[in-house]
C-alpha cells in the first residue's frame, strides 16, 4: 500500500514537471531557427583558403593558412562605380617624343671616320633596351651607329639576327635624321676595319662617353661595345630622353611575320572576349631558385631549388623569411588570381598568359585556373603549324608574347624583369592602359594573414596596397626609377581638356570631393618604391652599383658581371 502511494506522488510529479521541459526545448529550438536566420548567407564570410598546397603562401614555419574552399568565392566581384577596364583620366594624357628645334640634323654632326657598334646581351627585351641606348650613344659620340649584332651565345641560345627580329630598313630610314646607320662596317680599301673592344660602366651618362669612349674613338675610328646593357645614365638631356622613345616606340618594328602572327593571336583572344589581361607568370624553377624564397614544397622543393642555386657561385645562403618579408618573392600562380579577383576581375574574365615553364606544372596553375577557367597560352590558341617557323627561336617567340601581352586590356606582371619595364613603359607611352604589378611587400603580410579575414576584408586591403601599383597616370613621380619604364619626358598632358572635363563634371553636379584614392588606385605610391637613380658620370675611379631597387619586385640588375648566364637568363 506505501509502495502504491510512492509510486502515485512520483507519476504526479513528471507530470507536473514536464510541460516545462517541452517549453524549454521548444525555446531552444526557437533560438536556433532565428539564429540561423540571421546568419548572414555563406560567401559574404568567406575565409580565404588554398585549393592546392603546392602553390600557397606559407609563413616562417611553412605552415599553410586554413580557410574555407575558394569555390565558394562570389563569382561577380566587379566594384560598381570603377572600370577596371580603363585607367582614370589616361585620355588626358599622350606620347610626345618629336624632335625639337634645337636638336641638329644627323647630317649636320656626324663625324667621318667615327663608328660604333655595340654587342648585345640576354633575352629579346635585354637587348631591346640595348639597342635603344646604343642609337643614343651613337648621337652623343657623333658617330654612326653599325646595325647592332644579337647576343647568340647566351642562355637563350638564339641565332637570330637583328632583321630576323626587327625591320632593320624602317630601323635604319625612321631614325636618318636624328642618327646615321649603316649595316656593316665600311672597307678600308680591300680590308674591313678592325673595331676596338671595350666595355663602358653601367649608368654612364653624356660626359662619361665624352671622357671615356671619345678619346679612343678619335683613335681608332671604330669601337665597339661589349655587353651593352644598361650602359647609359637614366637622365639625359630632354631631347636625348625624346630619341629614346623614338628608338624604342617607333623605329623598333617586328619583322612582317612576327606582327602578323602576333596580329593573329592578338584576334583570337579578342574572338573569345571583348577584353582579355595578360599575365607574366615568371615563376620558372630557375627564378624561384634565384629568389631564395619557399613554396611550402618541402624537403623536395628545397633540394631541387637548391640544387639550381648551387649552379651560380655569387649567389649567397637564401634567407626565404627575409626575402618574402621585402617583397622579392614571385607570387604564386594562385596568389596572382586571388590578387585579380580581390581587385575585380570575376571569373568569367579571359587571361593569357606568358611564361616558360611553371614550376610544379599544371598542380601549380591548377588554382589559378581555378579561379579564371578562361585560360588561355600560345598553344592554346595557335596551331604546331603555326608557331613552327618560330618556335626554335626564343627571341621570336618571346616577340609573339609580348605583342599579345602589349595589346592586352590589363597587363599583369610578376616581376621586374626588362618585359615588365619595357611594356610599362610602352603602356605608358600609348594611352596609359592598366599595367599591373604586385606590391609584393604590403601583400606578403595580407597572403599570410589571409585565414584571420573575411573575403571582403581580404579584398579591400588587396585595392588599398595595390594603390600606385596599377599604371595610371602620375602613379610614379617624374624622373625616378628606369626611364625605359618611366618614360617621364615623353608623357604630355593636355590640360586643357582636363580642366574643361572638370568644368563639365561640376556643372553637372558631380562630386568633387572624392578623396585621395577613393577610386581605388589613383595614388602617387612613391613611399611604397625605393629607387636609387645615380648615374656615373666618368669621374669616379670606381662606380658603385647603382641601379634600381624596387621592393616590390625582383630585381635582377644587381648581379654580378661574372655569373652572364645567371643574369641573362632573368633579365626578360
Same mark, same amino acid.
Given at each position: 500500500?506505501?509502495?502504491?502511494?510512492?509510486?502515485?506522488?512520483?507519476?504526479?510529479?513528471?507530470?507536473?514537471?514536464?510541460?516545462?521541459?517541452?517549453?524549454?526545448?521548444?525555446?531552444?529550438?526557437?533560438?536556433?531557427?532565428?539564429?540561423?536566420?540571421?546568419?548572414?548567407?555563406?560567401?559574404?564570410?568567406?575565409?580565404?583558403?588554398?585549393?592546392?598546397?603546392?602553390?600557397?603562401?606559407?609563413?616562417?614555419?611553412?605552415?599553410?593558412?586554413?580557410?574555407?574552399?575558394?569555390?565558394?568565392?562570389?563569382?561577380?566581384?566587379?566594384?560598381?562605380?570603377?572600370?577596371?577596364?580603363?585607367?582614370?583620366?589616361?585620355?588626358?594624357?599622350?606620347?610626345?617624343?618629336?624632335?625639337?628645334?634645337?636638336?641638329?640634323?644627323?647630317?649636320?654632326?656626324?663625324?667621318?671616320?667615327?663608328?660604333?657598334?655595340?654587342?648585345?646581351?640576354?633575352?629579346?627585351?635585354?637587348? !631591346?633596351?640595348?639597342?635603344?641606348?646604343?642609337?643614343?650613344?651613337?648621337?652623343?659620340?657623333?658617330?654612326?651607329?653599325?646595325?647592332?649584332?644579337?647576343?647568340?651565345?647566351?642562355?637563350?641560345?638564339?641565332?637570330?639576327?637583328?632583321?630576323?627580329?626587327?625591320?632593320?630598313?624602317?630601323?635604319?630610314?625612321?631614325?636618318?635624321?636624328?642618327?646615321?646607320?649603316?649595316?656593316?662596317?665600311?672597307?678600308?680599301?680591300?680590308?674591313?676595319?678592325?673595331?676596338?673592344?671595350?666595355?663602358?660602366?653601367?649608368?654612364?651618362?653624356?660626359?662619361?662617353?665624352?671622357?671615356?669612349?671619345?678619346?679612343?674613338?678619335?683613335?681608332?675610328?671604330?669601337?665597339?661595345?661589349?655587353?651593352?646593357?644598361?650602359?647609359?645614365?637614366?637622365?639625359?638631356?630632354?631631347?636625348?630622353?625624346?630619341?629614346?622613345?623614338?628608338?624604342?616606340?617607333?623605329?623598333?618594328?617586328?619583322?612582317?611575320?612576327?606582327?602578323?602572327?602576333?596580329?593573329?593571336?592578338?584576334?583570337?583572344?579578342?574572338?573569345?572576349?571583348?577584353?582579355?589581361?595578360?599575365?607574366?607568370?615568371?615563376?620558372?624553377?630557375?627564378?624561384?631558385?634565384?629568389?631564395?624564397?619557399?613554396?611550402?614544397?618541402?624537403?623536395?622543393?628545397?633540394?631541387?631549388?637548391?640544387?639550381?642555386?648551387?649552379?651560380?657561385?655569387?649567389?649567397?645562403?637564401?634567407?626565404?623569411?627575409?626575402?618574402?618579408?621585402?617583397?622579392?618573392?614571385?607570387?604564386?600562380?594562385?596568389?596572382?588570381?586571388?590578387?585579380?579577383?580581390?581587385?575585380?576581375?570575376?571569373?568569367?574574365?579571359?587571361?593569357?598568359?606568358?611564361?616558360?615553364?611553371?614550376?610544379?606544372?599544371?598542380?601549380?596553375?591548377?588554382?589559378?585556373?581555378?579561379?579564371?577557367?578562361?585560360?588561355?597560352?600560345?598553344?592554346?590558341?595557335?596551331?604546331?603549324?603555326?608557331?613552327?617557323?618560330?618556335?626554335?627561336?626564343?627571341?621570336?617567340?618571346?616577340?609573339?608574347?609580348?605583342?599579345?601581352?602589349?595589346?592586352?586590356?590589363?597587363?599583369?606582371?610578376?616581376?621586374?624583369?626588362?618585359?615588365?619595364?619595357?611594356?610599362?613603359? !610602352?603602356?605608358?607611352?600609348?594611352?596609359?592602359?592598366?599595367?599591373?604589378?604586385?606590391?609584393?611587400?604590403?601583400?606578403?603580410?595580407?597572403?599570410?594573414?589571409?585565414?584571420?579575414?573575411?573575403?571582403?576584408?581580404?579584398?579591400?586591403?588587396?585595392?588599398?596596397?595595390? !594603390?600606385?601599383?596599377?599604371?595610371?597616370?602620375?602613379?610614379?613621380?617624374?624622373?625616378?626609377?628606369?626611364f625605359h619604364e618611366n618614360p617621364s619626358a615623353c608623357i604630355c598632358e593636355d590640360a586643357k581638356a582636363k580642366k574643361d572635363s572638370s568644368s563639365r563634371k561640376i556643372g553637372a553636379g558631380k562630386n568633387q570631393t572624392r578623396k585621395d584614392g577613393e577610386d581605388g588606385y589613383e595614388h602617387i605610391a612613391d613611399e611604397d618604391i625605393e629607387w636609387n637613380d645615380q648615374d656615373y658620370d666618368g669621374d669616379l675611379?670606381?662606380?658603385?652599383?647603382?641601379?634600381?631597387?624596387?621592393?616590390?619586385?625582383?630585381?635582377?640588375?644587381?648581379?654580378?658581371?661574372?655569373?652572364?648566364?645567371?643574369?641573362?637568363?632573368?633579365?626578360?
Amino acid at each position: 500500500m506505501a509502495s502504491q502511494r510512492r509510486r502515485h506522488h512520483g507519476n504526479n510529479r513528471l507530470s507536473r514537471i514536464l510541460p516545462t521541459i517541452s517549453a524549454c526545448c521548444a525555446i531552444i529550438l526557437l533560438f536556433f531557427a532565428v539564429l540561423s536566420f540571421l546568419t548572414p548567407p555563406p560567401h559574404s564570410d568567406l575565409l580565404i583558403h588554398d585549393v592546392h598546397q603546392k602553390s600557397s603562401s606559407y609563413d616562417s614555419a611553412g605552415e599553410k593558412p586554413k580557410g574555407i574552399a575558394l569555390s565558394a568565392l562570389p563569382k561577380d566581384v566587379s566594384r560598381s562605380g570603377y572600370d577596371v577596364w580603363h585607367s582614370r583620366d589616361s585620355e588626358f594624357f599622350y606620347g610626345c617624343s618629336n624632335v625639337s628645334n634645337k636638336f641638329p640634323r644627323a647630317d649636320d654632326i656626324t663625324h667621318p671616320n667615327r663608328y660604333l657598334l655595340i654587342a648585345t646581351s640576354g633575352g629579346l627585351n635585354q637587348q !631591346r633596351t640595348g639597342i635603344i641606348d646604343a642609337v643614343v650613344a651613337a648621337r652623343i659620340l657623333n658617330a654612326t651607329l653599325i646595325v647592332p649584332k644579337l647576343d647568340q651565345r647566351s642562355y637563350w641560345k638564339d641565332a637570330s639576327n637583328f632583321g630576323d627580329i626587327f625591320d632593320v630598313n624602317w630601323f635604319i630610314s625612321f631614325l636618318s635624321n636624328d642618327v646615321k646607320i649603316m649595316k656593316e662596317l665600311p672597307k678600308n680599301g680591300a680590308k674591313v676595319v678592325s673595331p676596338y673592344r671595350m666595355r663602358v660602366p653601367r649608368k654612364c651618362n653624356e660626359r662619361c662617353y665624352e671622357k671615356r669612349v671619345l678619346p679612343v674613338l678619335m683613335k681608332r675610328h671604330a669601337v665597339q661595345l661589349s655587353k651593352f646593357d644598361y650602359r647609359l645614365a637614366n637622365r639625359l638631356q630632354t631631347d636625348l630622353q625624346k630619341l629614346r622613345c623614338r628608338v624604342n616606340y617607333h623605329a623598333l618594328k617586328f619583322t612582317d611575320s612576327i606582327r602578323d602572327m602576333g596580329e593573329i593571336l592578338v584576334q583570337r583572344m579578342r574572338l573569345q572576349s571583348r577584353h582579355y589581361i595578360a599575365l607574366h607568370v615568371r615563376f620558372e624553377p630557375d627564378m624561384l631558385a634565384f629568389s631564395g624564397c619557399y613554396y611550402g614544397g618541402g624537403e623536395k622543393e628545397i633540394k631541387e631549388l637548391g640544387a639550381i642555386r648551387k649552379r651560380w657561385k655569387t649567389l649567397h645562403g637564401s634567407n626565404p623569411d627575409k626575402a618574402r618579408r621585402q617583397g622579392r618573392c614571385p607570387l604564386t600562380p594562385e596568389e596572382v588570381g586571388l590578387m585579380l579577383r580581390a581587385l575585380g576581375y570575376g571569373r568569367d574574365v579571359h587571361i593569357y598568359v606568358a611564361s616558360g615553364v611553371v614550376y610544379g606544372g599544371e598542380d601549380t596553375l591548377a588554382p589559378l585556373k581555378s579561379l579564371f577557367p578562361n585560360f588561355h597560352s600560345k598553344d592554346t590558341i595557335a596551331s604546331k603549324e603555326e608557331l613552327e617557323p618560330f618556335s626554335t627561336f626564343s627571341s621570336r617567340m618571346a616577340a609573339l608574347d609580348f605583342i599579345v601581352c602589349d595589346e592586352s586590356d590589363v597587363f599583369v606582371t610578376n616581376n621586374n624583369g626588362n618585359m615588365a619595364k619595357i611594356l610599362a613603359g !610602352r603602356r605608358r607611352y600609348f594611352g596609359h592602359k592598366p599595367t599591373i604589378r604586385p606590391n609584393g611587400k604590403k601583400l606578403y603580410r595580407l597572403f599570410v594573414n589571409r585565414s584571420n579575414m573575411t573575403w571582403e576584408e581580404f579584398s579591400s586591403k588587396v585595392r588599398t596596397h595595390q !594603390r600606385g601599383f596599377m599604371g595610371v597616370p602620375n602613379e610614379v613621380r617624374p624622373g625616378r626609377g628606369e626611364f625605359h619604364e618611366n618614360p617621364s619626358a615623353c608623357i604630355c598632358e593636355d590640360a586643357k581638356a582636363k580642366k574643361d572635363s572638370s568644368s563639365r563634371k561640376i556643372g553637372a553636379g558631380k562630386n568633387q570631393t572624392r578623396k585621395d584614392g577613393e577610386d581605388g588606385y589613383e595614388h602617387i605610391a612613391d613611399e611604397d618604391i625605393e629607387w636609387n637613380d645615380q648615374d656615373y658620370d666618368g669621374d669616379l675611379a670606381g662606380l658603385q652599383k647603382s641601379y634600381q631597387s624596387n621592393e616590390t619586385t625582383l630585381d635582377y640588375d644587381g648581379l654580378a658581371s661574372d655569373e652572364p648566364e645567371l643574369e641573362d637568363m632573368l633579365s626578360d
